[in-house]
């Protein structure tokens, strides 16, 4: 298994230890749903190093990534992190990514661990420029995400740029967090305030530590994927291999706002128009259990007796203590207020379609 | 990881507590560990005749499932429903937390459950 640089000091501070896509991570420290409360009332520390980092560079760089990705980066302006979903011919997924521009004509892409190397080759393939990098700057970069109502006040402590002035979805370059240089941007996949913080991988333990420091006394936890994996799902953020894949478009994935069908030609363009003119034949819809019983991931939903999609992730929602699901199924059953069966380990049960995300501050 | 002395193990991770005829079934400490939070658990209805390996009940944690079975035959003639609304207690102390109360059919059946020697190697394989 591949390690982060936080190898070491996750076995130090007891985190239990998982295979994820290849990589030696801490699913849990104490436990997922005491990582989750911390997160959602104080603050919480992730490693996410396992990211993959993609340098684009060069003349046309904005002119290829607008070709390669369904939103619009035209009117970025550098400080800005974009999301976005990048596509094949046929609308399906390669990834979801964040775009964030560090110069005109300079992006670094945030991509899915597992999805990196898929990805870069991707990128390349698809590439016509002899005036372009593309560079997989995975090693080279340390992740730490901290996440929580706590997060800024407990990083200012670290450095003397006003984190005020970093609004969300944007980033500054070579701030000095902790004697440290890092991206900081106020982005995260948890529904809470926060940051992520990119530093070379050699310096990652360093600020590690130099947080968890400065969190003491404020409720600060580090915190594992188990945690990261509930409070997504709770704010209905879609997670590569679940809620998108080769075969799941983001239009079927109810990221339209992140699809522009109005611009300039791009890839999986052709059938993402045709997908929307014809109408959606499926969609992802949120249930709540009204039977007693937990949803998982794959499990299959049924109407009529008649198989209409399968869940894509399910389970305790902890904030709201409520068995919920985010399913996909055919468009006709996903109508708020909708009732269809979840088969949960052999038994039909009950579930109804209610509006996601399921939790919003 | 905690194993008691007294207790008789299966392979599905189950405890026995024989008191007389009656066998106390739970989960134990590797198991819980292993599951992570609990949240919800499936329990069976008192009543109900079981064979060895029948499965008994289920266990939801945060993030995985696991079912529950019959580390021995004979009637359940209890169950401990303060789980229903307190799964966490499975967590909290998996040897206290008894699932179901089996009368046993034939107690000859614990000499093919494990002993505690045998429970802990068995898990240090299996990790």
């Known amino acids: 298994m591949k390690k982060t640089p936080l190898y070491e000091t996750h076995t130090a501070l007891g985190g239990k230890i998982i295979n994820f896509g290849g990589w030696a991570l801490p699913v849990q420290y104490s436990s997922i749903l005491k990582e989750h409360h911390a997160v959602r009332n104080a603050a919480g520390l992730f490693d996410v190093s396992h990211m993959g980092e993609i340098l684009i560079e060069g003349k046309d760089a904005q002119e290829y990534l607008q070709h390669m990705i369904t939103n619009d980066i035209s009117k970025m302006s550098q400080g800005r992190a974009v999301y976005s979903p990048m596509c094949y011919r046929n609308g399906g997924t390669v990834d979801d990514l964040l775009?964030?521009?560090?110069?005109?004509?300079?992006?670094?892409?945030?991509?899915?661990?597992?999805?990196?190397?898929?990805?870069?080759?991707?990128?390349?393939?698809?590439?016509?420029?002899?005036?372009?990098?593309?560079?997989?700057?995975?090693?080279?970069?340390?992740?730490?995400?901290?996440q929580?109502?706590?997060?800024?006040?407990?990083?200012?402590?670290?450095?003397?740029?006003?984190?005020?002035?970093?609004?969300?979805?944007?980033?500054?370059?070579n701030v000095e967090v902790g004697g440290v240089k890092a991206i900081v941007s106020r982005t995260g996949y948890t529904g809470e305030d926060g940051f992520e913080l990119y530093v070379p991988s050699y310096q990652t333990v360093n600020l590690w530590d130099r947080i968890m420091e400065a969190g003491a006394g404020e409720g600060l936890v580090p915190a594992g994927l188990g945690a990261r994996d509930t409070l997504r799902f709770e704010v209905a953020l879609p997670l590569y291999g679940q809620e998108l894949s080769p075969n799941i478009s983001p239009l079927e994935a109810g990221l339209g706002r992140f699809v522009k069908l109005n611009k300039q030609d791009f890839i999986g363009k052709d059938a993402l128009l045709r997908q929307a003119e014809e109408g959606l034949k499926r969609k992802l819809a949120g249930f709540e259990m009204?039977?007693?019983?937990?949803?998982?991931?794959?499990?299959?939903?049924?109407?009529?007796?008649?198989?209409?999609?399968?869940?894509?992730?399910?389970?305790?929602?902890?904030?709201?203590?409520?068995?919920?699901?985010?399913?996909?199924?055919?468009?006709?059953?996903?109508?708020?207020?909708?009732?269809?069966?979840?088969?949960?380990?052999?038994?039909?049960?009950?579930?109804?379609?209610?509006?996601?995300?399921?939790?919003?501050? | 990881m905690k194993v008691l002395e007294d207790l008789k193990y299966a392979k599905g991770h189950e405890w026995v507590r024989v008191e007389g005829n009656k066998a106390y079934i739970g989960i134990t400490d590797f198991a819980q560990d292993e599951l992570g939070d609990i949240v919800y658990i499936e329990l069976p209805e008192a009543g109900i005749h079981v064979d060895v390996d029948d499965i008994i009940g289920s266990i939801e944690s945060v993030k995985a499932a696991a079912d529950v079975y019959a580390p021995v035959s004979g009637e359940i003639i209890e169950v401990n429903e303060e789980l229903e609304n307190s799964p966490e207690l499975v967590n909290e102390d998996p040897y206290d937390a008894w699932i179901v109360v089996i009368d046993m059919a034939d107690s000859g059946e614990l000499d093919n459950l494990m002993d505690a020697e045998e429970y802990e190697k068995f898990c240090e394989e299996e990790a």
């Open chain 1, 148 to 173: 929580g109502p706590a997060s800024q006040k407990i990083l200012q402590k670290l450095t003397s740029t006003p984190l005020d002035e970093i609004r969300f979805f944007r980033f500054a370059d």
């Open chain 1, 290 to 361: 009204v039977d007693k019983g937990m949803p998982r991931t794959g499990y299959k939903v049924l109407a009529d007796e008649k198989e209409i999609g399968f869940v894509t992730s399910g389970g305790l929602a902890p904030t709201l203590k409520k068995n919920l699901g985010l399913a996909l199924v055919n468009v006709q059953h996903s109508n708020l207020g909708d009732e269809f069966y979840v088969q949960v380990r052999g038994k039909s049960l009950k579930a109804k379609v209610v509006s996601t995300p399921f939790y919003a501050k």
């Open chain 1, 99 to 146: 775009i964030y521009k560090l110069e005109e004509n300079k992006y670094l892409l945030v991509v899915n661990a597992s999805n990196t190397e898929k990805d870069y080759e991707w990128l390349m393939e698809n590439c016509t420029s002899d005036d372009l990098l593309i560079k997989d700057v995975s090693s080279d970069y340390g992740l730490i995400a901290i």
